[in-house]
């Protein structure tokens, strides 16, 4: 089945260490984004990708950066997580272009920063 | 920010129908609501969306206000697989129209009794 799959499910990292959370679509669709989720919180836009169009959200801080190599694939770059980084990530797709459609979610990246 | 408001939390007993309303009353004309769940330590799932006119699909129920500053979500037989934190969404438009993205409120929790 078409599905947007996030790995690795868990991730756990040291305080200041660069670490790569990954997320793929074969659902084709030409927009992708990332969310940041803690505790008993809801989702929050870090920035999305419009083809190869980056587009960041005022508040998302300067650790955050992001890659899309091509339109399968997403990265999110956390350059020295903070133990405030410690959060769900979770990566979501889309169709864009006119008629309203439904956004894809993956299950997403459960970070532990230690 | 959130253009949405919703209850913090909804208990519903199983078998009967759960009404989940949320307010947008900044909402544009252009702009979708949609409707998501999420179900603990998952990624959010699709449940239905709507522009004016009331929608309905296999999961469930949109009830969209005339004004189009409020709706309600309706799973007409709630069922114990149906908790979690269901959010109310307004699509909002980047790029002058040419994407958009899901900015997501608090969402309700809904605990559905035995």
């Known amino acids: 089945d078409a599905m947007v799959i996030q790995n690795p499910r868990y991730q756990v990292t040291q305080f200041g260490k660069p670490v790569t959370l990954s997320c793929s679509q074969t659902?084709?669709?030409?927009?992708m984004y990332w969310y940041q989720q803690k505790s008993s919180q809801a989702p929050k836009l870090l920035f999305h990708?419009?083809?190869?169009?980056?587009?960041n959200e005022a508040d998302t801080p300067d650790n955050f950066q992001s890659r899309r190599p091509n339109t399968s694939f997403c990265f999110l770059d956390i350059r020295s997580p903070g133990l405030g980084d410690a959060a769900m990530y979770l990566c979501?797709?889309?169709?864009?272009?006119?008629?309203?459609?439904?956004?894809?979610f993956g299950s997403g990246t459960r970070l532990t920063v230690v | 920010d959130a253009k949405t408001t919703q209850p913090p939390s909804m208990d519903c007993a199983e078998g009967r129908a759960a009404n989940l309303p949320c307010n947008h009353s900044?909402?544009?004309?252009?702009?979708?609501v949609y409707w998501y769940r999420q179900i603990h330590s998952q990624g959010p799932q699709y449940i239905i969306h709507?522009?004016?006119n009331n929608e309905t699909n296999e999961m469930a129920s949109l009830i969209i206000t005339e004004d189009r500053k409020s709706s309600t979500l309706i799973l007409p037989h709630a069922t114990l697989r149906d908790t979690a934190v269901y959010y109310c969404?307004?699509?909002?438009?980047?790029?002058?129209?040419?994407?958009?993205?899901?900015?997501f409120g608090t969402g309700t929790l809904l605990a559905v009794q035995p």
């Open positions: 709507g522009l004016k």
């Open positions: 979501a797709t889309s169709r864009e272009g006119g008629a309203a459609y439904g956004y894809t």
């Open positions: 900044t909402i544009s004309g252009n702009e979708y």
């Open positions: 659902l084709n669709h030409n927009v």
């Open positions: 969404i307004v699509r909002v438009a980047t790029y002058g129209g040419a994407t958009n993205k899901l900015i």
């Open positions: 990708y419009y083809d190869k169009d980056f587009n």
